[in-house]
């Protein structure tokens, strides 16, 4: 079965660099959520989209904002990083309440 | 905003034993669900509970939904070295919106 896809799938920045994060859900899952999760840590929620448009938002901070396309497929852009922004990022996406995650990315800052 | 508390926060077992990890929710929750994530890996979908004293089985393991629907449990009879992981609950809120909050997650360590 088709599962979430990310990519990339590692990411090194340095600091005050910009990153672009992309997410192409599961097919006919109309709804995606961005997770960052820190070492030992549990996803913490940042956004999500639903048909396209924006229907939550979480712990997401100023400096990085996503979108969701017209395929569904979405970006997480994030700018001005800093050190603390390195994590895992997951996608996971939905068609009711069940969410699927992809495999993530992991982003080191520099 | 709504909370998810998980207990343990790590549990290390021998192969054979029991393992229980519990989840209590600040407010009434829509539903809860439980995702494992394996060392390395991503969360797992494993299940949800929607109902008021919801219990599902899945092999060895109990999921458990209360009655106030703010509380969970999950029972693993007989650990086995591959039941190694993270597990996590879920909670769904009642806002309207099918965002998740995560409780803290519970390492699990089965020793052969």
């Known amino acids: 079965a088709a599962g979430v896809i990310q990519s990339p799938r590692h990411l090194i920045k340095e600091k005050r660099e910009t990153a672009t994060l992309k997410c192409y859900p599961i097919?006919?899952?109309?709804?995606v959520y961005w997770y960052q999760q820190g070492p030992g840590q549990d996803p913490q929620f940042l956004i999500s989209?639903?048909?396209?448009?924006?229907?939550d938002k979480g712990s997401i901070p100023d400096r990085f904002s996503a979108q969701q396309f017209s395929d569904y497929h979405s970006e997480l852009n994030m700018s001005s990083l800093e050190l603390g922004d390195s994590a895992l990022y997951f996608c996971a996406s939905s068609l009711s309440d069940t969410q699927y995650f992809g495999p993530g990315t992991r982003l080191t800052v520099l | 905003g709504q909370q998810v508390m998980q207990i343990p926060q790590y549990q290390h077992v021998q192969e054979g034993e029991d393992f229980t990890t519990y989840c209590n929710s600040s407010t009434t929750l829509s539903n809860i669900q439980w995702y494992k994530q394996r060392p390395g890996g991503h969360p797992v979908f494993l299940i949800q509970l929607v109902k008021s004293g919801e219990v599902k089985k899945q092999k060895r393991l109990t999921f458990q939904f209360g009655e106030a629907k703010k509380n969970s449990s999950l029972h693993i009879t007989a650990t086995q070295t591959t039941d190694v992981g993270t597990y996590f609950c879920a909670g769904g809120s009642n806002s309207g919106y099918s965002t998740l909050t995560f409780g803290k997650g519970t390492m699990l360590l089965v020793s052969p």
């Open positions: 989209f639903y048909e396209k448009m924006q229907s």
């Open positions: 097919p006919r899952h109309d709804t």
